[in-house]
Structure formats: C-alpha cells, structure tokens
T-cell receptor, first 116, second 115 residues
C-alpha cells in the first residue's frame, strides 16, 4: 500500500513568510508525528497526534510553529514569520495507534525547507 | 531527559568486512531502543528494535544489536557488509513513561562501504 507522503518535497521561502507543510499518513493510522532534522543532526521530535488531538506538542520550538489534524488523517505543520534557523528537513511519521509504545513508526520522505 | 550518543559520524569499511556502529544512551527510566536506516535518497526506515525479552535482536538483512543495560549501550553489528549497506544509521530511544513512542535520536553514523 501507499506509504506516508509529504508535500511539497522542497520549499524555498523568504524570511518572515508563512509556510504550510502537509503530511498524508498511511491509511488507517491514528498516530502521527512530526520531526525536524537539521543538517548533521538526527531527527528531533516536534509534536504527536492521536486522532485529531495533539497529545504532546512539547517539541515545538516556539509559538511560531503550529500543527493541525482536523479530521484525524492529513496533518499540516504551519510556520509563521519564518527565520533562517527554521531551515531543515521536516519529517512526518505515522503508526497504527494500537500499541503506543511498541508499534513501528513509518516515515515519509520529508519536506526540505530553505528560508532565505 | 534522555539522550543518545553516536560517537562515530562516519565509518568507512571494505566490502565483506565486519562493522560495529556504536550507540550509548542516557536515561533515568527504562527505555525501548531502535536502529533506523536512511539509504541515499530514501526516507528513514526501521532496521530493528529492542522492546523486551532477549537482549540480542536481529534484522532481516543480517544486522544485529545487543542491549547492554549495565553499559547503557545498543551497538549495531554486521559480520560481513555489502556495498548496498551504504547508508546513514540512526540510533533512537523511547522512554517507557511518556505515554507514547517519543523517539529521541542520535546524530547518526554514515556507513561507507567500498569495494
């Protein structure tokens, strides 16, 4: 079946602009995660959804970052007033949601964001 | 808070040689342990994981990792590597008290296999 997809694959924007990054999880997966991977680093947790609600948003760096998942499927990560330090690859992952600790997270290919 | 250390940023090795990629973690509670692999131009995918039971876990493509609680390590090994194993490998942990699988990743080790 189809895996996790993310659009766009690349996004170039100017400092101060607003961007939206989209994640389509595997069909039927209720758990969804966002991570950010800066150059030379491992992925860093941002936010976790179980269904429509953000169960843990402790990884969001500041209030310029926000994510939604209104119907429990597609999720959008929104970044306001982008800064050059926001440049990174944004990864989305989904899992079945049936075993919160032990199930496998399936990652998408990521969106590479470059803020000029 | 937990942390993961992968001291080797890059490991060059010849084809058919053995390899070990090191991973150490720090946590005040019990953890689950994972190795993810990222092949060139592909997304992250799970290689293997330790959840409970036998401390030695294996992947379908010949990698194995052993959980050592006293040394807080989860090193990844393969007795004979192939060119196709060239990739970046990430170790990750998830603490057992977070309510969900909150992965904390190391900085990754790039495995370069040459003929």
């Amino acid at each position: 079946g189809a895996g996790v997809s993310q659009t766009p694959s690349n996004k170039v924007t100017e400092k101060g602009k607003y961007v939206e990054l989209r994640c389509d999880p595997i069909s039927g997966h209720t758990a969804l995660y966002w991570y950010r991977q800066s150059l030379g680093q491992g992925p860093e947790f941002l936010i976790y959804f179980q269904g429509t609600g953000a169960a843990d948003d402790s990884g969001l760096p500041n209030d310029r970052f926000f994510a939604v998942r209104p119907e429990g499927s597609v999720s959008t990560l929104k970044i306001q007033r982008t800064e050059r330090g926001d440049s990174a690859v944004y990864l989305c992952a989904s899992s079945s949601g049936t075993d919160p600790y032990q199930e496998t997270q399936y990652f998408g290919p990521g969106t590479r964001l470059l803020v000029l | 808070a937990q942390s993961v250390t992968q001291l080797d940023s890059q490991v060059p090795v010849f084809e058919e040689a053995p390899v070990e990629l090191r991973c150490n973690y720090s946590s005040s509670v019990s953890v689950y342990l994972f190795w993810y692999v990222q092949y060139p131009n592909q997304g992250l995918q799970l290689l293997l994981k330790y959840l409970s039971g036998s401390t030695l876990v294996e992947s379908i493509n010949g990698f194995e990792a052993e959980f050592n609680k006293s040394q807080t390590s989860f090193h990844l090994r393969k007795p004979s590597v192939h060119i196709s194993d060239t990739a970046e490998y990430f170790c990750a942990v998830s603490e057992m008290n977070t309510g969900f699988q909150k992965l904390v990743f190391g900085t990754g080790t790039r495995l370069l296999v040459s003929p």
